[in-house]
């Protein structure tokens, strides 16, 4: 079985501050980790993935992240944030098993809320 | 290349009727896969399709189904709603094939039941 804890559901931060959401996972086989954004009344769009590979992973509008097998953290960070990075932020896994391999599992969301 | 669809977009329901729920997946998309997300739950994985069958299965009651067509379109249906099934209702597709794990989401049909 999976799961996926957030340690935060709100960070409010500064703009042009820097930032860090953080995701600790259990799972008893290997999987893939995930962060989605998703912005009011809209689905989620994909940050970026960790499939294998190099542990820190860049994802789109400057963000990246870090895998950290030991701790089974999957830390998100952005160095400067922006008005625009309101919205809500999912870490899930994504078992690596080829018949499991449809059903993510999602942490509760991190609010970060961009103030001028 | 178009993206997830889903509709429709809104919808209120009454207590104790049935709702039907579309999604198409980005086209050659074969894995169909629904959530459902309450402020309370969170997101929770409802079901997958992936080539007309049901692949796997989260924890809902039987009152939540689904279906997959030959053109990989799916349909989720809930019967004999109940007022906690208000909620965002999300779709993603994705290919399913080697190395293809990233899941592609719809905006969702937000079910209000009164």
């Known amino acids: 079985a999976q799961s996926v804890t957030q340690l935060d559901s709100q960070v409010p931060v500064f703009e042009e501050a820097p930032v860090e959401l953080r995701c600790n996972y259990s799972?008893?086989?290997?999987?893939?980790l995930f962060w989605y954004v998703q912005y009011p009344n809209q689905g989620l769009q994909l940050l970026l993935k960790?499939?294998?590979?190099?542990?820190l992973v860049k994802g789109i509008n400057g963000f990246e992240a870090e895998f950290n097998k030991s701790q089974t953290s999957f830390h998100l960070r952005k160095p400067s944030v922006h008005i625009s990075d309101t919205a809500e932020y999912f870490c899930?896994?994504?078992?690596?098993?080829?018949?499991?391999?449809?059903?993510?599992?999602f942490g509760q969301g991190t609010e970060l809320s961009v103030k001028p | 290349k178009a993206g997830v669809t889903q509709t429709p977009r809104y919808l209120i329901k009454t207590r104790g009727q049935q709702v039907t729920l579309s999604c198409s997946p980005i086209?050659?998309?074969?894995?169909v896969s629904w959530y459902q997300q309450t402020p309370g739950q969170g997101l929770q994985f409802l079901f997958e399709?992936?080539?007309?069958?049901?692949?796997n299965k989260g924890n809902f009651p039987g009152r939540f189904s689904g279906r997959q067509f030959s053109n990989s379109r799916s349909e989720m249906n809930v019967s004999t709603l109940e007022l906690g099934d208000s909620a965002l209702y999300l779709c993603?597709?994705?290919?399913?094939?080697?190395?293809?794990?990233?899941?592609?989401f719809g905006q969702g049909t937000r079910l209000t039941v009164v």
């Open positions: 993603a597709s994705s290919s399913r094939g080697v190395g293809n794990t990233e899941a592609f």
């Open positions: 086209s050659g998309h074969r894995s």
């Open positions: 960790y499939l294998s590979g190099s542990t």
């Open positions: 399709y992936f080539s007309e069958t049901q692949r």
């Open positions: 899930a896994v994504r078992p690596m098993i080829y018949n499991q391999g449809g059903k993510l599992i």
């Open positions: 799972s008893s086989v290997s999987v893939y």
